[in-house]
């Protein structure tokens, strides 16, 4: 991996993956947790009340609100980077990149 960083992307040889800028990793991240605490409290509610009568469809629905909305903002993050990445990137080249 080089020292300059030209993208908000950058691949880690180690894991094989792709790694992310740090405000989309975190944004990534978040998503996921709210998926699993939203996927784990639905269980357990419904381990508790009948898990086929309405308690355990509205916990379903609930779950996927959340899960939903939490998608969205992860997605608006993501393109809000992407697109202030790209505008600096063509300002920065305007600006320094002139031929005299």
């Known amino acids: 991996m080089s020292d300059k960083k030209e993208h908000s992307h950058s691949y880690n040889e180690s894991s094989g993956r792709k790694e992310e800028g740090f405000i989309k990793g975190v944004s990534k991240e978040a998503n996921d947790l709210i998926h699993n605490t939203v996927d784990t409290s639905g269980k357990i509610l419904k381990s508790i009340t009948v898990e ?49």
């Not at 609100?65 to 993050?77: L, P």
């Not at 600096?88 to 990149?97: A, R, V």
């Open 52 to 100: 086929g009568g309405l308690i355990g469809k509205t916990i379903d629905s609930s779950g996927n609100i959340v899960k939903k909305a939490s998608e969205k903002g992860t997605d608006a993050i993501g393109k809000t980077i992407d697109t202030s990445s790209k505008a600096f990137k063509s300002i920065k080249d305007k600006t320094f990149n002139r031929k005299k």
